[in-house]
């Protein structure tokens, strides 16, 4: 795809997609084409281009924003064992989000479109938080009127609570100039996956197992934690575990990533929001083991007094417990470097356009290997899920006693 340009935005490998240089454009001039694995890249129409470089003054790539060095590491999780369970790791996101609406203020945090897109939307109740619940993985995108929406009730004195990836909030603190009425809040991410294979497996899974319509795709929290569920109204009609899934094999082996991905501006220890959340990885088991934490914990990393301010209001909504930084630092890679790009990933684009997505993933060695131990790890947990409590309790007697 060649462009005459008449201005050169960031290189391409180093674009993430956000949409503030299309947004800031007053000429109409910027649009967006996509890639071979779906991912968007904006375009600049020459005859439209005054050549304002307000676009280059707003791309958070070109012009960085301002980083948060400051960090207070906490392991936490929501007291509400409906939310905790039901979302990923240990539902901070949804207590934050929660707590700002109950107040008069507004949301913003990623669901599916009909089509089963990720997008980031404003959520103004507390009903519509069930959408944001649980992991969307793969890329998502602001949309335009959402860019909006946002300025517009800012400036009509509103407050509300920003949650997406590092570069979104990067976007939208470059766009609002740090409007100091909105909590910006990163989730510590791996990487955004290919839409392209993601549309692709949905409708492959579909004409697999015959499923006229769908009503949800989840990936984190509930009954099928780490697992890909396809739910039509209550009802769930497909489930796979992580690596027993051709799409969520690839996202958890990063193959199918945007390339800026792999080499990630904001994967590193200073964060660009006022507040960053991931799962815990890398804590002291014996320090977690007699607690309840259900299907996960939260690292929460404050980096802001107005990010202070707001984990102090929901304080007595959360179990929280302050942790060493270096012990986050330690079990999350992306806040040392970016995600490494695998070393097949070349070889694999290349199978994939000859053979089709679904063939090339199914014949890959790993996926088999890798599918064959998950399969058994799932079976193993469901027993476990359905065995009865008292069967549980009889076992851990005999265990005992057998001392």
């Not at 000859?354 to 993933?361: N, V």
């Amino acid at each position: 795809m060649v462009v005459d340009m008449a201005i050169k935005l960031c290189d391409i490998n180093n674009c993430t997609g956000c949409g503030v240089c299309e947004k800031v454009c007053h000429q109409n001039a910027i649009t967006f084409d996509y890639d071979d694995l779906g991912f968007r890249f904006p375009i600049i129409d020459a005859a439209k281009c005054v050549e304002c470089k307000a676009c280059l003054r707003k791309c958070p790539i070109i012009s960085p924003v301002e980083m948060e060095h400051n960090s207070i590491c906490y392991l936490a999780w929501a007291k509400d064992d409906y939310i905790h369970y039901n979302c990923a790791s240990g539902g901070i996101s949804y207590v934050l989000c929660k707590h700002i609406i109950k107040n008069g203020g507004f949301a913003v945090g990623c669901v599916w479109d009909k089509d089963f897109n990720a997008v980031l939307t404003i959520i103004d109740n507390a009903e519509e938080l069930e959408l944001i619940k649980g992991s969307k993985y793969v890329q998502s995108y602001i949309p335009s009127e959402v860019y909006d929406n946002i300025k517009i009730r800012l400036n009509n004195g509103e407050h509300g609570i920003f949650i997406g990836l590092p570069c979104q909030v990067a976007a939208i603190k470059s766009y609002l100039n740090n409007d100091r009425g909105l909590v910006l809040c990163d989730l510590l991410c791996h990487g955004g996956c290919s839409p392209k294979y993601h549309k692709e497996h949905i409708d492959f899974i579909k004409n697999k197992k015959r499923i006229d319509v769908l009503s949800d795709i989840k990936y984190r929290g509930g009954v099928y934690d780490f697992c890909i569920s396809f739910w039509k109204d209550k009802k769930v009609k497909y489930v796979r575990p992580a690596n027993a899934d051709t799409y969520f094999y690839s996202f958890c082996n990063h193959t199918l990533f945007r390339e800026s991905c792999y080499h990630c501006s904001f994967a590193k220890s200073v964060r660009v929001s006022d507040i960053t959340i991931a799962d815990y990885w890398g804590i002291d088991h014996t320090f977690i083991s007699d607690k309840k934490h259900l299907n996960g914990s939260n690292l929460v990393l404050i980096h802001s007094l107005r990010g202070d301010a707001l984990w102090d209001e929901i304080g007595n909504k959360i179990e929280y417990y302050e942790r060493p930084f270096e012990e986050a630092i330690q079990g999350n890679d992306t806040l040392k470097s970016p995600t490494k790009k695998p070393k097949n990933r070349e070889h694999l684009l290349e199978r994939i356009k000859k053979e089709g997505y679904e063939k090339a993933i199914n014949t890959d060695p790993d996926y088999k290997n890798k599918s064959k131990i998950a399969i058994r790890i799932f079976i193993k947990q469901r027993l476990i899920y359905y065995t009865p409590k008292w069967i549980k309790k009889y076992v851990i007697k005999i265990k005992n006693l057998s001392k």
